[in-house]
Structure formats: C-alpha cells, structure tokens
T-cell receptor, first 113, second 113 residues
Framework: AQSVTQLGSHVSVSEGALVLLRCNYSSSVPPYLFWYVQYPNQGLQLLLKYTTGATLVKGINGFEAEFKKSETSFHLTKPSAHMSDAAEYFC???????????FGTGTRLQVFP | ETGVTQTPRHLVMGMTNKKSLKCEQHLGHNAMYWYKQSAKKPLELMFVYSLEERVENNSVPSRFSPECPNSSHLFLHLHTLQPEDSALYLC????????????FGEGSWLTVV
C-alpha cells in the first residue's frame, strides 16, 4: 500500500531564504507524485506533479520538486521565500492509472519578514 | 483554478438536522470526489463518482449520502451527524476517471453542534 510522510508539521523561514519541505513516500509500483498548496480558508491548489520523464519538476510560483527514486523522496523547494508563500503544503502519491490520491498530513509554512 | 465551486462555504447544523453540501464543476470533467479534511489528519477520500456512477465508498458512515445527478454536479446529503464530523469537506473533479490531476473546490466548513 502507498503512504506519504511529510517530515515537520511546521516550517518557518525568513523572507528570501530557501524553502525546503520534505516528503517521502512508499509505493510498490512507480508512483505519481504531487504537491498541493492550501492558502487560508481556501481549497487545495495543484503546485506541481511528477508522472514520468524528467525527475526535476517545475511548478507554479517558483516552486520545484525532484523525484529521487533511490531515496523515495519528492522534496519541494523554492530558492527564495516570499511572504505570500505562507500556507499549508500537502504531498500526495497516486498509483499509476488510478484515481486515488493518498495525502500526507501537511506542512504549514510560515514566512517571517 | 476556480472551476469547482462549493456551496455553502460555511454551515452550522445540529445533530438532528438534515442539510446538503453542493458542488459544481465547470471544467467538463467526468469524475468527481468528496474529501474530508480534519485537523491534524491527512485528507480522507470519502466518495468517487465516475460518469455519474459511484465507484468508491471508503467505509463512510451512512449519515453521509452522496448524490451525483449528472457529471457537473455532486451533492453530499447530511443527516444526524456527530460533532466529530465537523471538518472541511472538499469537492474535487478530474478530467477522466483515471486522470490523476485532481482539481479542488474551496471547501465547505461544517460545524456540528
């Protein structure tokens, strides 16, 4: 069965600093991997996804993530944090060719001036 | 992405009430979903509808009753809920039953008193 672990329920960074949000998954077959962002009082918005091909995936708002099969990881990064990045971020995994998403518990990102 | 709209955004109901949550997608998608988001827990998939037929019911109590009259509309009928059912209920849709890119609505905040 697949599962997703997000290390750190809260991450705090200064504006302009590197953002690193960690996600590890377990899956017996090649997974599809996703990052979603949830701003306060809003639903989830897709940031980026990995299905096949290039392992470094670029998403919206300057975020990117790299699929590392050997480490079973899909960490989310952004070189320079902006105040507007403050939100909750969810990593999710889906089996190839299914419509089930398994979500992590989320990481709340705080950005300080 | 504002293609999935949910109403009401906030709902307070007593344990003996009957109410409904409504979801409409304007994306021409064929699959729709209900998720439950509770504090400190991963998102839980409740129901999946594909081409208006229910294809997934993840052991959800019968006090939650979904209805999908057509591919654009999805309802969640609520009856005799418990306080622990208070949560954010998210509707989502995807282009095809096996398309893993899922688009979420902004959610309906439910409080059971």
């Amino acid at each position: 069965a697949q599962s997703v672990t997000q290390l750190g329920s809260h991450v705090s960074v200064s504006e302009g600093a590197l953002v690193l949000l960690r996600c590890n998954y377990s899956s017996s077959v090649p997974p599809y991997l996703f990052w979603y962002v949830q701003y306060p009082n809003q639903g989830l918005q897709l940031l980026l996804k990995y299905t096949t091909g290039a392992t470094l995936v670029k998403g919206i708002n300057g975020f990117e993530a790299e699929f590392k099969k050997s480490e079973t990881s899909f960490h989310l990064t952004k070189p320079s944090a902006h105040m507007s990045d403050a939100a909750e971020y969810f990593c999710a995994v889906s089996l190839y060719n299914t419509d089930k998403l398994i979500f992590g518990t989320g990481t709340r990102l705080q950005v300080f001036p | 992405e504002t293609g999935v709209t949910q109403t009401p955004r906030h709902l307070v109901m007593g344990m003996t009430n009957k109410k409904s949550l409504k979801c409409e997608q304007h994306l021409g998608h064929n699959a729709m979903y209900w998720y439950k988001q509770s504090a400190k827990k991963p998102l839980e998939l409740m129901f999946v509808y594909s081409l208006e037929e229910r294809v997934e019911n993840n052991s959800v109590p019968s006090r939650f009753s979904p209805e999908c009259p057509n591919s654009s509309h999805l309802f969640l009928h609520l009856h005799t809920l418990q306080p622990e059912d208070s949560a954010l209920y998210l509707c989502a849709s995807s282009r095809a039953p096996r398309d893993v890119t899922i688009y979420f609505g902004e959610g309906s905040w439910l409080t059971v008193v």
